[in-house]
C-alpha cells in the first residue's frame, strides 16, 4: 500500500508539482496560500529548480510567462486579489498559446475582502480571467488528495493543448490538513521536447517566436477561431465530475470544492430523514460536465456555493429549465453549517411534496 503522508493543501500543490517535473517557480505571498511558496522556497534548491519570490504578482506572472516560452514546466500561484493583478498576463500568455499552472487559494472579497475561505472567484476563472476571447480550463479539488492529483494532472493537460490550466482551490483546503498519497514523481528530462518552445535552435531548427501580439486581424480570427477548436476538445475529453446518491435523488445539489464537503453532510442527513437527496460536484467549473448534469432527472436542483451565487449560472443552462434551480451561499469566509443545507434541502422538498 502506498505511504500517506499528512500534509497541509497548500504544501500538497506544492510537492505534487515538483513530482510533475515543475522546476520553476514564481510567487508572491499572500494568505492564505503563502505556505505554498515556502515550500517551494525550501523544496526547489535542493532539486535543482529556481523558486523566485517577485517583486509583485505582475512580475510573478511574466516571469511564468518566460520560463513557459523557454519549454520548461513552471507555476504561479497567489490568492484573489494577487489573482487579479496576474488577468493581463495570463491573457498574454492564451494568446501565446503557452501552457502553465496558476494555483488561486480563494479568499473573501471583492477588494482586499478578508483571509478567510471563499469561492467568489468562480466568475474570474471561468469567465473573465483577461481580456479577450479564451478560456482556461479550471480544476476545483474538494480535498488535500485531490489537491495533489489535480496539479500533476493540470501540468499535463497544459502540456498537451499548450494552454494555462487554474487550480482553483480556498483558505479552508488550503489550510487544512489531509492523509495524502502522492503521485509518482517523474524525471523531467523525459518529457516529450516542445518543438515550439524559444530554447535556443543552434542553427538545427527554424526561429520560433513566441508572442500574443498579431496586428493582421485576419490571422487574429484564424487563430482564435483554432483556439476555439481546442477548447471543444477540451470540452469533449477533460470535463470531469462526481456524483453521489443521485441515481434516484428526488433533489440534486450542485457544490464544488469545500463547499461539496459540507453538502455531503447534508445530503446524508437528508437521506437519514427518508429525503432522497443527492450530491452533483464538477471537479473542472470549465470544461463544466454539462451532458453529466443533464444525464440527472431529479425534480429540483440547488446550488450551494461560498459566494453570493455564481455557479448556480452555469447550473441553469446546463439543465434548460427542465427542472427548478435554487441556490444557497454565504460568503466573506462565512461558511453555511450542514444543517442549514439540510434545512434549504427540507425547503424544497416540502415545496414539491416529496
Not at 170 to 195: F, R
Request: aromatic share 8%.
Amino acid at each position: 500500500m502506498a505511504e500517506k503522508t499528512l500534509m497541509k493543501g497548500n504544501e500538497a500543490i506544492a510537492e505534487a508539482a515538483l513530482r510533475a517535473g515543475c522546476r520553476h517557480f514564481f510567487g508572491y505571498p499572500i494568505t492564505p496560500q503563502t505556505e505554498l511558496a515556502a515550500y517551494m522556497a525550501r523544496k526547489m534548491p535542493k532539486i535543482g529548480g529556481t523558486y523566485l519570490q517577485a517583486e509583485s504578482e505582475i512580475a510573478a506572472i511574466n516571469m511564468l510567462y518566460g520560463a513557459s516560452a523557454a519549454g520548461v514546466r513552471a507555476m504561479t500561484s497567489s490568492s484573489s486579489p494577487g489573482i487579479s493583478l496576474k488577468t493581463e498576463g495570463i491573457s498574454y500568455m492564451a494568446g501565446a498559446d503557452l501552457p502553465g499552472v496558476i494555483v488561486n487559494i480563494q479568499r473573501g472579497g471583492p477588494g482586499l475582502g478578508s483571509i478567510q475561505p471563499s469561492q467568489s472567484d468562480y466568475f474570474q476563472a471561468t469567465r473573465a480571467m483577461g481580456h479577450g476571447d479564451f478560456f482556461l480550463p479550471v480544476y476545483a479539488p474538494s480535498t488535500v488528495q485531490e489537491m495533489a492529483d489535480l496539479t500533476f494532472i493540470a501540468f499535463d493537460v497544459a502540456d498537451k493543448y499548450r494552454t494555462p490550466v487554474v487550480i482553483l482551490g480556498d483558505g479552508m483546503l488550503g489550510q487544512m490538513m489531509e492523509p495524502v498519497v502522492m503521485p509518482e514523481a517523474i524525471d523531467p528530462s523525459t518529457l516529450p521536447a516542445k518543438e515550439w518552445a524559444a530554447s535556443g535552435h543552434a542553427g538545427n531548427r527554424h526561429h520560433n517566436v513566441i508572442n500574443s501580439l498579431q496586428l493582421d486581424p485576419q490571422k487574429l480570427y484564424e487563430d482564435n477561431v483554432r483556439r476555439f477548436q481546442t477548447y471543444e476538445e477540451i470540452k469533449r475529453d477533460e470535463a470531469r465530475c462526481e456524483t453521489y446518491r443521485t441515481e434516484d435523488a428526488d433533489i440534486v445539489v450542485a457544490a464544488f470544492g469545500a463547499a461539496a464537503r459540507i453538502v455531503r453532510s447534508a445530503v446524508n442527513q437528508a437521506r437519514e430523514e427518508d429525503i432522497r437527496a443527492g450530491l452533483f460536484r464538477p471537479i473542472t467549473l470549465w470544461p463544466y460536465p454539462v451532458q453529466a448534469l443533464r444525464e440527472l432527472t431529479p425534480k429540483a436542483f440547488l446550488t450551494v456555493e461560498l459566494n453570493m451565487g455564481q455557479m448556480v449560472e452555469d447550473v441553469r443552462l446546463a439543465v434548460e429549465g427542465a427542472a427548478p434551480v435554487s441556490f444557497f451561499g454565504k460568503c466573506g469566509g462565512v461558511l453555511p453549517t450542514p444543517d442549514e443545507v439540510l434545512l434549504e434541502i427540507k425547503k424544497i422538498a416540502e415545496g414539491l411534496g416529496v
